[in-house]
C-alpha cells in the first residue's frame, strides 16, 4: 500500500533550519523511502538563535535534508525571530506550493503558545493553501492556480501540540526510518551543544510508539477533515494501555 | 482500494431500530458493496416511540439491515428510553465484540445534549471496547479477548456531532449507495409520519457532500487517534468553499 | 413583534462582494421586509477571485443589495486576498460604525480556518465595534461615539460556524424571504459558473431548518452575551429530532 | 414587551430546598411580576445539609416561593446527597413536564465539578424534556405528551457556569425584584448560619450588573439554540468595559 | 520548603492495585521522603485483568506501598471492570476522607475515554470531596465533617490527562525517588508480562521532565482553581524548547 | 513564607494607565509589601481614552505606582488603540525584561473579545518572554539573555478572563492591600467620571475572595504549566459554596 514513484509530492514548511526535522523528520524519511518525492521550505537561516552562523546552519539543513532524501530551498520571511502576518508572505508561500503542486503539506502547528515564528509559519501556509486556488490574484497569474489534498501540522514540541485537531499518528517503526531521522536531526551539530533536542524527540517518537502499540510514532494534526472512500485505510487506532 | 471479502467485520450498535440506519447507513452500505461483513446490534425495539409497534420496528429493522446486506440482532438494555449506564450492560456489550471479533464498530456518538439512549449506548460500546480485552473478566471467560482497531461514533443528529474529535467524512456518492441508503431508511415506515427523517438525512449528507467535494458524503468521530503507516491513504480533505 | 421602521439600523460588513449575501442573506431581506434600514459595507471588489472582473462583481452586489432592500457601500481594506489586521483598517470601519449609528452589527466569523479575508474583516469589526465607543481618537473626533447593541457573526460556509460562541437561529421561512434571497444570490451570476454556492447555503438553511422546526433557518453567533429584560422573547429553541 | 397573564408557565427544578432561590431567584421574581406562572419542583429536603432539618427547610422553601410568587411541590429523587441518574427519576420529571406543560424551563447546570446531586438533577431534566415528548412511554400514558420551548441552565455558583453554552443575562435591576428575590433567600434562615450565601448571589448579580451596564443580572444557559423570528428582541448585549 | 513530618496527610485513591503507582507514584515518592504521611486506598483486586491473581495482586501493592512509605487499604466498589457511580459508593469513600483528614487529595482523572474503572472513581472520589464537608449526611453522622485543601487528578496514561484542567508538573529528579518509584512499579510483577507500562511510565517522566526543564516530572491536574498568598512558591515554569 | 527581599523582581505591563492597576494591582500591593520590587511599563499614555489627557494620566499612572510601592516607565508601541503584533514591539519589550531580568511577568490576557491593546499587548509579551532567551538575536546583543520564571495573565475585566488556562486565585485580604489597592485604583481620577471602574473591581475581587473562602481574592492565569518540588505550596483550592 506504499505510494507509487509517481505520487504527488509532499511540500514541508519550517521557519528555521531544523524545525522540519525536529518535528515530523521521520514521517518524511518514511515517505520519501516509500517513494514520494518530497521538497523543503525553510522560511529563515536560524540567524537569531543562541548557537551557529547562518552559513552553518543552511549547511546543516542542506545535510539534513538529503539524508532524508529530500530537496529544500530557503526563502525569506522577514528574518528568524522576527515573522509577521502579512499577506505578501502568505502569496509568496502560495506561489511556491502552485510550482510544487503537492497532494500534502506539512507545517508548524497554529498553536499560539510556542515560538511565534512557528505559529506565524503555520498561518501563513494554512493561508497559503487556500490562496494557491484562487485564479484572480494577480501576483500569481503566471502559475496555474492548485488544489493541496490536505494540510497536516507538525509540532515542534510537545506543546505545540493541538488538542483541537483530528490526531493522526504515523508509525515510524522501521530501523531504517529512526536511524535516518537521527541521523538528520544529529546534523544539526550547531544545535546540539546547549539542550537535549534529539533525546527530546526521540523520547516523545518511543511515547507515542507505545501509545500506538508500535515501536515509535510521530503525531500530525489535520487542519481539515480526513474524506475518504473507505474505512479500509483507517482500521487502527491508539491501542490504550 | 476496496477491502477484500474476508476483512474484518463491521459492527454496529444502536439504541433504536432505525438509529444506525440514520445515522450513518450509507457508510454501512458502501462497506457491504465493498464486501466486508456487517452486523448490527439493536439495544430495543423502540417501545416508546409515538409511532409503531415493537414488531412492527423489529420487522422494519431486519428488512433495513437486509437492504444494506448486513445481519441484525436484537439486544435488552433495559428497554427504549430506560438505558442506564452499567456495567453488565457493558459487558453484554463485550460479549457480543468477542464473538464477532470487528476490526471496526461502530456506536451513536456521546455528545451529552441528546437522546439519553443514544449517548449511554455510546457510553457503553466504548467501555466494552475495552472489557473485550481483558483476559479475567469472568463473565466472559468462555470467549477469546479481542481488540478492535478502532471505535468510530455516527451522529444520528446534526446536534449529536462532536466537536471535539477527528472527524472523517465518507465519500458515499456512488448512486446505488445512496439508493439503498435511502430505502434502508425508508423501511422504517412507522417512523415516517410525523417529520421529515428522510429528508434531514439526506439534506444532511447532501451539505456534507458539499463540503468535501463531492456528491454525498457522511460523518464519522474517531474515538481514539488514527495510526497509519503512510500518508498515501489520508491524502484527502474537505474542499473549502 | 417587528421592528418598527424608526429601529435602529443594521449595519453587515463583508470582505467580499457576495459574502453577506451568501452568509446571511435571507436574515436581511426578513429585517428589511420587517421595516429596518440596512446598510453593506463591502471590503473589496473580489478581483483575486477566479472569476468576474471587479466592476462586474461590484454591479452584481449593487444589485443583490437592492434585492435585499439594502444600500451598499464599498471600502478599500488592502485589496481582495490582502487583508491584513492593521489599526488604521479598524479605525476606518469605526467610522463608519459611528456614521450609522447601527443598533446591530454583523460580519463574518472570526473561525481561523478559512478564507483569510473573513476572519479578519471578522477581527476588526469586532475591534471598530469597540474603538466606536472611544471618545479620544483623534481620527474620529468629527464623529460622536456610538455604542452597538450587539455583534453577531454569519458564518459563510460551514466550517466558519463558531464551536464556541452562543448559536441564534434565524427563522427565515417565509416564501417571499427565500425567494428574494435566491435572487440576490443569483445576482453574482459571476460566482456561478464552478462551484455550487447557492445550492450550499440553501440545502444548509434547509438543514437549520429541520433542526429548529421551521422551514428554512440562517444561524449567526453573538460575539457578547445577550442581555434581555424577560424570557418571554426567547422561548423558542432549536427541536431536536 | 411583557408577557401576558396567559403566558405558558415556566416550570424551575432544584435539587434541595434553596438552590432555585440562590441560583435564578431574581429572574423568577421578575418573571411572576410580568405575570407568567412559575412553579417550584424541588428533589430533597435538604436532610443531608450541615444545618436545618427536613421540616424546617421545607416550610422555608415554602415561603420563598409564595414570596417569589411560585406555587411548590416536593418529590423524591433519592434523597439529598444520593441522587443518582436513574431512568425512572427522569420519567418521573417527564411526567410533570406533561402535567404542567411549561414553555420554560430551569434547571440547575450540568458542570460536572459541582454538588453531585446538581449536575444529576440537570442531567436528568434535559433527558426529561426529551422524554416529554416521545408518545409512547408507558409510564406516562396516561398524559398527554408535550414539548418545551427552551430549557435554560442556571448555576448555583459561579463554578456551576457553564463556558460551552450560550449565555444570556437577564436584567434583574428593578428594586422591587431585588427586594423580593432578598427576602426569598433570606427566607432560607437555616442556611444563614455558616457561609455568605445571600452576599455571594447579591455581589455576583451586581458584577454581572456591571458587565451588563444595568443595576444587576443573572445568567442563564440555553441548553439548545435559541430559534428567533426577528433580531429585533435580541439588541442588547454585554457592554464590556 | 519542605513540609514538616506534621503535615496533614495525602490520601490517593486507586481503581486497581497499580494505578496509584503507575499514575503517580514518584510524587507520593518524593512527598513521603519529605515527612508526609501518604495513604493509599485501592477499590479492586485487580480480578479482571488479564494477567495476576487477587491474592497476588494485593500482595503487590501492599509492596508497592510499603516501598513508597505508604499505608495501604482495600475497598470494594463493586469488582474490578465492574464500577458503576452510586452515591452509596461516593458515601464510602467519602467515610474514608473524614477518617483520614488529608490536606491533598489524588485520584485518577475523569477524562471520559480511558478504563471506566479510572474515569468512575474519579468522579466518585471528587463527589465524596464534597460529600465529606456535609454536617448532616446520616450515614457519616459517626464522623466529623471536613474540608481538604485540594483534589488533584493523576493520569494513568498520557490518553488520561486532562486538557482543560491546569496543570502542574511535579518535579520527580532525584535519583533515590526515581528509583523507589521504579522498584515499586516493578513490584507489581504480574503486570509485568505483557505490556511495557514500567517503560511506558518511565518514558513519559522523562519526556515531561525534559518540558519542566528537569531530569523527570509527573504531571497532577487541579481540580479547583489554586489559591495562594503568595507568588513565591508557584515562580517555575515549562521552560519551552 | 514571604519573598526575601533579594528575590527577583517582578515585571507588569500594562497597555494603558491604568490597566495594571485595575486587573491586578491588589497582587503587586501584595507582592511589594513582602519586599518584591515590581517594575511597571505601560504602552501607551491612553491618549484614545473618552477621558483625560496623556499628560495628566501619566501622573495619574505615576502616583499609583507609586502608592502600590512600583517603579515605572512609559513605552511606545504605536499609541493608545493603535496596537499591532509587530516582531519591532516584541524585541522592545524583550529588549526590558533582559534589562529587569524578572522571576515573573504579568500581561494582560490574550483572550481575543476585549480592548484590542490588551490583546496584542498579551501576545507580544508572551513572545518577548521567549525572544528574551534567544542569543542571537541582533537588536538584543548588547544585553544578556534571560529566562523568566512565569508569565502570569491578568484579566481587566471578567470578559477577559481565559477559560483555558490554570487559574490562581491570589488572596489579598489584609486590609492594607485592599486599602492601598483602591487608592491606586483612584488615583486614576480622570476615569472615574463615567463608568464605576473601581466598583467593578473591588466587587469582583470580593466575589473571587467568597468562592475561595477568603475576604478578597484576584485571579491570575499561567501561560504555562507550573513546575513544583513539592505539594506542600498548591495545598488550597477555591472552597466551593
Redesign the interface.
Known amino acids: 500500500?506504499?505510494?507509487t514513484p509517481d505520487?504527488?509530492p509532499?511540500l514541508a514548511f519550517g521557519a528555521h533550519p531544523d524545525d522540519i526535522e525536529f518535528g515530523c523528520g521521520a514521517?518524511l524519511a518514511?515517505?520519501t523511502q516509500?517513494g514520494?518525492k518530497v521538497h523543503f521550505v525553510v522560511g529563515s537561516r536560524?540567524?537569531?538563535?543562541?548557537?551557529?552562523t547562518p552559513a552553518q546552519r543552511s549547511r546543516e539543513a542542506k545535510r539534513a535534508a538529503a539524508i532524508l532524501g529530500a530537496s529544500i530551498e530557503f526563502i525569506d520571511l522577514?528574518g528568524?525571530?522576527?515573522?509577521?502576518?502579512?499577506?505578501a508572505h502568505?502569496?509568496k508561500l502560495a506561489a511556491i506550493i502552485r510550482r510544487v503542486r503537492p497532494?500534502?503539506v506539512l507545517a508548524a502547528s497554529?498553536v499560539?503558545?510556542?515560538?511565534?515564528d512557528h505559529v506565524r509559519l503555520g498561518?501563513m501556509v494554512?493561508?497559503a493553501s487556500?490562496?494557491a486556488?484562487?485564479?484572480?490574484?494577480?501576483e500569481l497569474r503566471r502559475l496555474k492556480?492548485h488544489?493541496i489534498?490536505?494540510?497536516?501540522f507538525y509540532a515542534?514540541?510537545?506543546?505545540a501540540e493541538p488538542?483541537?485537531?483530528?490526531?493522526?499518528?504515523?508509525?515510524v517503526s522501521p530501523p531504517a526510518v529512526i536511524a535516518r531521522w537521527t541521523q538528520a536531526m544529529e546534523a544539526h551539530a550547531s544545535q546540539m551543544r546547549t539542550?537535549?533536542?534529539v533525546?527530546?524527540q526521540l523520547?516523545?517518537a518511543?511515547?507515542n510508539g507505545?501509545?500506538?502499540?508500535?515501536e515509535h510514532?510521530i503525531?500530525?494534526f489535520?487542519?481539515?477533515?480526513?474524506?475518504?472512500?473507505?474505512?479500509?485505510?483507517?482500521?487502527?487506532?491508539?491501542?490504550?494501555?
Open positions: 500500500m506504499k505510494p505520487a504527488a509532499l514521517v518514511r515517505e516509500a514520494r536560524g540567524e537569531s538563535a543562541s548557537n551557529g522577514g528568524d525571530a522576527h515573522f509577521e502576518v502579512r499577506a502568505a502569496i497532494a500534502l497554529v499560539e503558545n510556542q515560538h511565534p498561518q494554512r493561508d487556500r490562496l486556488r484562487y485564479g484572480g490574484l494577480k492556480p488544489a489534498g490536505q494540510l497536516f515542534v514540541t510537545p506543546e488538542a483541537d485537531l483530528g490526531r493522526v499518528l504515523v508509525d539542550r537535549n533536542y533525546e527530546l523520547t516523545r518511543r511515547l507505545l501509545r500506538a502499540g508500535v510514532a503525531p500530525l489535520a487542519a481539515d477533515a480526513l474524506v475518504v472512500d473507505s474505512l479500509a485505510h483507517i482500521e487502527r487506532a491508539v491501542r490504550r494501555f
